[in-house]
């Protein structure tokens, strides 16, 4: 079987659709013929975020031993002390680069051990499920460093989607230039609704035959 580095911060036991897409894109990688490893975030993280609970989807899981936790380096905490000081909106515009996401240092700290597990299971292919979006900052390195393929599968857009905001337009303009950036580097889309393909045509994020959708079941 081809391994794959399966990177998906929302997975169980956390609950939501966003875990529920990559449950399934795990299910059927391997009926089709691929040996997913999946990267994802440890247990002190997932039951310190506040986030919904649902271990009944660990039953989906065939072999714990391929799922790897490492630690979250969660932003969460440092952001809720600044609030409590009343002084985050003045820090989140400065340091906007090295806080733009909770999960950003999960996505470059592990790099190293990584790394390692890449060269140890031969991978050629890493997946990304998005968001969060600081996991294409790994997949990049770890396509610069070993010529890996990268499939980065997105749940909903980034600068275009209606959950995200930043401290200025200006701020948005610079992330709406690096999500092209990124993007471009990858060598296929996948996103959730036609529209959302749209949506990157129109953008021409990238050229038409590296993007397609596959749309949720439920």
Known sequence: MKKILFVAYQFPPLAGSG????????????????????LTVDYATVYSSGMHIDKSQCDLIRDEKEII??????????????????????????FYRFTWEFSLWWAT???????????????????????????WLLAIKLKKKFGLKWV???????????????????????????????????????VNTPEVEKLYHKRNIVSPDKITHITNGY
Not at 30 to 38: A, N
Not at 69 to 93: A, C, D, Q, T
């Open 19 to 38: 875990v529920n897409r990559s449950v399934q894109f795990y299910k059927y990688l391997i009926e089709f013929g691929y040996q997913p490893i999946v």
């Open 69 to 94: 936790r490492l630690k979250g380096y969660s932003l969460k905490p440092m952001v809720e002390f600044l609030m409590k000081l009343k002084i985050y909106r003045v820090f989140w515009f400065f």
């Open 109 to 135: 700290n592990n790099f190293k051990e990584v790394s390692k597990i890449v060269s140890d299971n031969d991978i050629k292919l890493v997946y990304t499920s998005s968001s969060p979006y600081s996991s």
């Open 152 to 190: 980065a599968d997105l749940r909903d857009p980034f600068t275009d989607g209606y959950m995200w905001r930043f401290p200025t337009k200006l701020h948005w303009l610079l992330m709406r230039w690096r999500e092209k950036r990124w993007l471009a580097q990858a060598d296929k889309i996948i």
